[in-house]
């Protein structure tokens, strides 16, 4: 009898934590939906478009320089040595191009953005919803979610894919100065396999990835702060909960879309 009701309390629990899962993929599915529709409805609100893509963008240009630039070296560094084994160095800038361009540059860059200006995004708005701003904005008839919510999620999905650009140029950058500088790599050869190899459909399929992930990183965030409990255990609750769930949607997309694009 003890062991058939821990084994019911165990399928119990299984049950309820799944329900509650879908409940909660509902409702940030419906929240998503929501934001993007509210695109189209007027007024259009471009002013506070340009502020959000400052602050997701702009503000994350350095960690994301310094992110690719070494990025690219460590890349340049390994494939040299892994690639000297079979005599193939010149493969190198191929290498690191098509590395950074269908995989680390979108990835990265995603998981960078998602550190920086997520974090702040889900404090921000949950700050705003333990001190009823939000609320206050409703009383006054103003739509909260077209006012903070809208704006970040169409400022990540046009911020982030010129941020993977960045990305991938100063990794191949970082490959070229260790690969070629450092390591005496033919600059020629780096080149030129690099540009036999590298095709449209990695840079679109790289493209297309941080757009997608761009949308998920500021669509999760938004989301938790927006919704998170009371006090400042729920910001930081919700804050570490953003970043978290963000990262791991990312590689997860990652996975999914690398098998849909290649």
């Known amino acids: 009898m003890t062991s058939n009701g821990a084994d ?3 399928l119990t629990g299984i049950g309820r934590w799944t329900i509650d899962l879908i409940r909660e993929l509902g409702r940030m599915s419906i929240f998503l939906i929501e934001s993007l529709c509210l695109a189209f409805r007027k007024p259009f609100r471009l002013r506070l478009i340009i502020k959000e893509m400052h602050f997701i963008g702009v503000k994350s240009l350095l960690v ?18 892994t690639l000297r084994q079979f005599g193939s160095e010149a493969m190198l800038g191929s290498g690191v191009a098509l590395a950074l361009i269908r995989e680390l540059g979108p990835v990265l860059a995603a998981l960078m953005v998602t550190a920086r200006a997520g974090s702040a995004m889900a404090a921000e708005l949950g700050i705003m919803r333990i001190s009823e701003q939000i609320d206050a904005l409703d009383v006054l008839t103003i739509n909260s979610m077209k006012f903070l919510v809208m704006p970040k999620i169409l400022a990540g999905i046009i911020a982030v894919p010129l941020l993977v650009g960045i990305f991938d140029i100063v990794g191949i950058g970082g490959g070229y100065l260790v690969g070629v500088k450092l390591l005496g790599v033919n600059e020629g050869s780096f080149f030129h396999n690099m540009y036999l190899s590298v095709v449209w459909k990695d840079v ?6 941080s757009i997608v992930f761009g949308a998920v990183l500021t669509w999760i965030c938004c989301y938790k702060g927006y919704t998170c409990g009371h006090g400042a255990k729920g910001v930081g609750r919700a804050t570490t909960e953003a970043v978290v769930i963000s990262s791991v949607v990312i590689l997860i997309a990652d996975y999914f879309l690398t098998s849909i694009l290649l």
């Open 8 to 10: 019911l309390g165990f």
């Open 204 to 209: 679109y399929s790289g493209f297309a990835k």
């Open 64 to 81: 994301i320089l310094l992110t690719a630039a070494f990025s690219g070296m460590v890349l340049g560094l390994q494939g040299y040595h």
